[in-house]
């Protein structure tokens, strides 16, 4: 089994397709290119993405340059089950975690991708009637078939995390993270990261474009304009600043950009030649709590 490794900035895939740039084949050949060449390396995907479809968008690049696969990390999730005329059979959003299922979708994926295995691969959502044994049976299976490499979660607590990786030993826990979304900081989350040295991978580290916005509540523009303020010291922008603030956590966090604009990642990855203070650090904290620390 190949060690894991991953980029400390990942590519997201959820908006490459028709949740969003809808890019073309050879747009999508483009991005992935550039994002090699700046040394994102790592792509995050999950099978609902574009209603079942972006990991095809994606596969058709690799089935084209099969080359490019051998300088990459894929990582893709399962679990939820979309209703969509892609899922007839569907009449209910729900997740399905059975051991059958995951074994399926890993299927369904190394075709979509065209690759021969999946580097990571994720339980996307926990069920409240999943049964961590008939995922660690997949999980085993997937390994000793050489499909799946690593193995983890999305959006576990730390007792669900914890639950599944006494069965089977997981690499990661994919979880919001932002400046807005402050909960894994003190919930345990970040603790269990720490503690089983498991970098964290992050999403909507910007909290969805609400900084960007052009209506900004009352907390999100008290983190802005701090964010702003500490952008002119480190001469960076509000992004690299908020991205910077993730990458200080001693737990590792990994960022999952999830834009298709090539400069936006490339700002992404020199983040992480900002270093704040703690002091800085505490500034965008207050911000975001609306009140100092005890």
Not at 37 to 45: A, N, R
Not at 277 to 286: A, G, H, K, T, V
Request: with cysteine; hydrophobic share 40%; proline share 4%.
């Amino acid at each position: 089994m190949r060690a894991l490794t991953t980029s400390k900035i990942i590519s997201g895939c959820m908006y490459w397709g028709e949740w969003g740039a809808n890019l073309s084949v050879t747009d999508t050949q483009k991005l992935i290119e550039g994002c090699l060449e700046l040394g994102v390396t790592t792509f995050d995907h999950a099978d609902i993405y574009g209603h079942y479809t972006t990991e095809k968008l994606f596969g058709k690049v690799l089935k084209e340059d099969p080359a490019l696969r051998e300088r990459m990390q894929l990582i893709t999730k399962c679990g939820i089950q979309l209703v969509t005329p892609n899922r007839p059979e569907n009449s209910i959003k729900h997740y399905a975690l059975s051991t059958a299922y995951i074994i399926e979708s890993v299927e369904q994926s190394l075709k979509n991708l065209h690759t021969d295995f999946i580097d990571v691969l994720l339980i996307h959502r926990p069920s409240p009637i999943m049964d961590p044994h008939a995922i660690a049976e997949a999980f085993s299976q997937l390994q000793t078939s050489g499909k799946v490499q690593h193995f983890g979660v999305s959006n576990f607590t730390p007792s669900q995390f914890e639950m599944l990786n006494s069965l089977f030993p997981l690499v990661t826990n994919q979880i919001e993270i932002s400046a807005l979304q402050l909960h894994p900081f003190v919930d345990g989350t970040l603790d269990q990261c720490v503690q089983k040295q498991l970098q964290p991978m992050a999403y909507s580290v910007l909290a969805g474009g609400s900084f960007f916005a052009k209506e900004k509540d009352e907390r999100v523009t008290r983190v802005y304009n701090v964010a702003e303020r500490l952008a002119d010291t480190h001469n960076a922008t509000v992004d690299q600043i908020l991205i910077g603030w993730l990458l200080k956590h001693p737990a590792g966090i990994l960022p999952i950009v999830g834009s298709t604009k090539i400069d936006r990642i490339k700002s992404a990855v020199d983040a992480q030649a900002i270093v704040l203070s703690d002091q800085e650090w505490f500034m965008i904290w207050e911000a975001s709590a609306g009140e100092e620390v005890a």
